[in-house]
């Protein structure tokens, strides 16, 4: 079925956006407790399969008509590839097992391209498939502003009716591999400030949009498919995945998880929202207070702390970088307590433009620096960094790394 004819489908649950209904306090707590014992479960041995790989080792067979195949270790009698031989698992493809239990890569058979099988609960997230598959609907997949996760199939999965897969495509942490220039740095905060843009102009509020909801494209760093797993293995395990530079090789950045995303019939609706904890419990008009907000606002919030905690300051799991000290202001206003006073989407998008058009070519080819590097590791960062940099102004590489292609289905 097309994306055009899934859209259909879903058009009356589409109309529940303008009244959403939000998520009661036990069912959060029913998801993250299932998420919770999920991790308790794995089992050392990775010969084991987990009850939510079984789960996708039921499905095999279904998936693979609908066109999609599983890698070997969720075939239906697989055998462990080191039982019998001095391998050790974890030099196994096989061996790799699964991240989260409702996420799991696959292969396209029709062209051999790999995607990411998302499984969604009705209950949970009863708008997330309606507002993905409306996305990557024609015009809407068609504006090049769109950075929204390219959503190619949503399947009804038989005898699970309480579930729905969307097939979407395969992306990694945005950040990994690192940066190597300010300009790479620029262009990834040029996409993410324009892919929140065109949700908010569609009426779309992202409402999680965190770092860990923002991703790339990376195949086009690659020479050889990474493995999905051990991101740092090629795919089959013959060695370590090399990267280019995204100054090289350009890649384009998406939003992913739409499961607390809300749609508004924007001018006619005022949208005001309960607020809902995701990733961030930083929002300060969340902070003691349950009235109904404008989400739109918190949005921008959001994208701004992620750029202070994750480029900026640091965080406890990500280290200042150095090199990008004039998003500053502009993240400082997007933070602002007050949500009345954080800027739109539409001028958080003009004053990066302006602060982009102020920033030298020299500026955008430096090395994007981080903190907690060790002396030594960062010399030979720089050394490296200098000579790829010459080469790239001998060949007329520019400086900020625009992709030119647009997503292929």
Known sequence: ??????????????????????????????????????????????????????????????????????????????????????????????????????MLDATRISDGRVVMLKCISKTL??????????????????????????????????????????????????????????????????????????????????????????????????????????????RDFKGKAKAHTRTERPVVYYLIDFGLSRRYDLPYERPLEEPILGGDKSVPEFQNSAAPCDPFPTDVYYLGNMIRRTFLEGCEYNSRKRGVEFMAPLAADMVHADPAKRPTMDKVVERYNAILTGLSTGKLRSRLKKSGDSAPHAVYLSLVHCRRRLGFMLRGVPALPKPTAMEVY
């Open 1 to 102: 079925m097309s994306l055009e004819k899934q859209r259909e489908s879903f058009e009356p649950s589409l109309s529940t956006y303008r009244h959403p209904t939000q998520r009661t306090k036990s069912e959060e707590a029913i998801s993250r407790d299932r998420l919770q014992d999920y991790f308790q479960e794995r089992p050392k041995n990775r010969g084991v399969l987990t009850d939510a790989e079984r789960f996708w080792v039921e499905l095999q067979p279904w998936l693979r008509q609908r066109g999609y195949a599983l890698r070997p270790r969720y075939q239906p009698g697989w055998r462990p590839s080191w039982r019998g031989t001095k391998k050790r698992a974890s030099d196994c493809e096989d061996g790799e097992p699964i991240g989260y239990p409702f």
């Open 125 to 234: 997230h009863p708008h997330e498939a309606a507002i993905s598959a409306l996305l990557s609907s024609p015009p809407l997949r068609l504006d090049p502003a769109n950075h929204c996760v390219p959503v190619y199939d949503v399947l009804h999965p038989p005898g699970h009716e309480g579930f729905v897969i969307i097939v979407m495509a395969f992306c990694r942490q945005f950040d990994n591999p690192r940066f190597d220039t300010v300009g790479e740095a620029a262009e990834f905060f040029r996409q993410v400030f324009e892919g929140l843009q065109f949700m908010h102009r569609n009426g779309v509020a992202h409402r999680d949009c965190i770092d860990l909801n923002i991703m790339m494209d990376a195949s086009p760093l690659y020479d050889q498919p990474y493995h999905p797993r051990r991101t740092d293995w090629r």
